[in-house]
């Protein structure tokens, strides 16, 4: 798995990040099913309820735009270790990957491989 062009999509992507409150920043980019890259910050509302990660971001652009099968997600943050997608991410990505490869990352360079089905091992699903 070559994860520099998804990190490069990421880390540009977080440059864009509007995080006014939190001052957070988070780029992230999807590797989909074509080999497109779908890269995008978190954007963040003065009603915290209706902020937005990067994450949810991506995967949303990449949906609409008809992908449905992401293949890898690359995660950049400033945060040490680097911070992984949070539970609401998690199940997002999920509805569409029952597993993923995952790289966090972060401003200093530091690194993590994980994968969905290892960092959410129980994820919510309609009984039936
Ligand atoms: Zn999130």
């Known amino acids: 798995m070559d994860w520099e062009p998804l990190v490069a999509a990421a880390r540009a992507a977080r440059e864009r990040a509007y995080a006014p409150y939190s001052h957070f920043a988070v780029g992230a980019a999807l590797l989909m099913e074509d080999g497109s890259i779908h890269a995008a910050a978190n954007v963040e509302n003065c009603i ?5 990660c990067a994450e949810r971001n991506a995967m949303s652009a990449a ?5 449905r099968r992401p293949r890898a997600v690359a995660v950049v943050t400033d945060a040490s270790p680097p911070a992984r997608p949070c539970g609401l991410c998690r199940q997002t990505l999920v509805e569409f ?7 966090v990352v972060n401003v200093h360079g530091d690194r993590e491989e994980t994968t969905l089905a290892e960092i959410f091992p129980q994820p919510f699903s309609l009984p039936g």
């Open 97 to 103: 990957a029952k597993d993923l490869p995952i790289l």
């Open 48 to 52: 915290p309820a209706l902020s937005i």
């Open 63 to 67: 949906a609409s735009a008809g992908l």
